[in-house]
C-alpha cells in the first residue's frame, strides 16, 4: 500500500504525462517562426534574426551567484517563444530540486510569464533529465523546453548534445540548456550565453527598475560573439537596452531662489 506521499506523487506524475501527450497530441503544422527575436535589433541581428528553433542553446551563469539571472533569462526567452496553445516545458532531477528548489510560480507570473503553459517535470537522474528533453523537443506541442543541469554533471558531451539538436530539428523544438557551471566544453549548441546580473535603472518613482542581464555570447554558429547589458520589460514580455537614468539634476537656470542668493553675494 503506497504512503500518501508516494500516492501524491504518482498522481503528479500522471498529470504531467497527461498534460504532455495532450501537447503531443495537438502537434500540428510547423511553427512559421524560424526564429526566437529578443526584442533587440543588435541582438537579433548578431543572430540572424534571432535564437534558431530546431537548435538547442546553451545559458550558463558567470558566477555561482549569478543562477537566478541565468534562469531568468531562460525564463523570458521561453516567454518570447510562447506561441498559442503550446507549453513550456521545465525539467529538473530531484538533485537539483533539493538544491535550488523548483520555480517560484509567482515571481514568474509577475515577471509576465504565462504560468498557465508552464508543465514542470522532475526525475531522478541527470540521463532521464536528457531523455525527457529530446523527447519533448520532438514534440511541436512545446513552444519551448528548458532542462537544467547541476554543476557536477558530466552527461552534455558532444554526442549526447548532437542528438539533442537532431531532436529539436525534427521537431522544429526550442531547448534552452541551464546549467549551474560556467565551465565551457565541445557540444553541439547553437549558442552559449554566459549571464550575470547587472545594476537596474530605477523607475520615475525612485522605485526598483526592471530585472538587468550582462549577457556575454561566448559561441554563436552563425555570426559574431558579443556582448550586451539588457533588462526584461514584464508588461511589454521583451527585452530592451536599460534606458539612462531619469534621476537627471535640474539646470541652473530653474533654481531661481538659488539665482537671487548668488546674484545677492556677487
Not at 546553451?58 to 555561482?64: F, G, M, N, Q, S
Not at 517563444?81 to 520555480?103: K, M, N, S, W
Not at 521537431?171 to 557551471?181: A, E, N, Q, V
Not at 539588457?230 to 541652473?252: C, M, Y
Request: net charge positive; hydrophobic share 45%.
Amino acid at each position: 500500500m503506497p504512503t500518501p506521499l508516494a500516492a501524491e506523487g504518482v498522481a503528479s506524475l500522471k498529470q504531467t504525462i497527461a498534460a504532455i501527450e495532450a501537447a503531443c497530441m495537438r502537434k500540428g503544422p510547423a511553427s512559421a517562426r524560424v526564429h526566437v527575436d529578443t526584442g533587440i535589433a543588435e541582438i537579433d541581428g548578431a543572430l540572424g534574426g534571432g535564437l534558431m528553433r530546431g537548435s538547442i542553446h546553451e545559458i550558463l551563469p558567470r558566477t555561482v551567484q549569478d543562477l537566478g539571472s541565468a534562469a531568468g533569462f531562460a525564463f523570458g526567452l521561453a516567454a518570447r517563444a510562447e506561441t498559442a496553445g503550446a507549453h513550456t516545458l521545465y525539467i529538473q532531477h530531484d538533485f537539483t530540486q533539493v538544491e535550488v528548489g523548483r520555480p517560484y510560480l509567482p515571481g514568474l507570473k509577475l515577471s509576465g510569464f504565462d504560468t498557465g503553459s508552464l508543465i514542470y517535470l522532475h526525475v531522478p537522474r541527470a540521463e532521464d533529465v536528457l531523455w525527457a528533453m529530446s523527447e519533448a523537443l520532438k514534440c511541436r506541442g512545446f513552444a519551448a523546453v528548458i532542462a537544467e543541469f547541476p554543476a557536477q554533471t558530466r552527461v552534455l558531451d558532444l554526442t549526447m548534445t548532437r542528438r539533442l539538436a537532431l531532436a529539436s530539428q525534427e521537431g522544429l523544438g526550442f531547448g534552452l540548456i541551464l546549467r549551474h557551471s560556467a565551465g565551457i566544453e565541445p557540444n553541439a549548441a547553437t549558442t552559449r550565453w554566459l549571464v550575470s546580473s547587472a545594476p537596474s535603472v530605477s523607475d520615475r518613482f525612485g522605485g526598483i527598475g526592471a530585472p538587468s542581464f550582462n549577457l556575454d555570447l561566448v559561441k554563436n554558429r552563425f555570426g559574431p560573439s558579443a556582448q550586451w547589458r539588457v533588462e526584461w520589460q514584464s508588461h511589454e514580455r521583451t527585452f530592451a537596452i536599460p534606458s539612462l537614468s531619469r534621476g537627471l539634476a535640474g539646470t541652473f537656470a530653474d533654481r531661481s531662489n538659488r539665482t537671487r542668493t548668488l546674484a545677492k553675494t556677487a
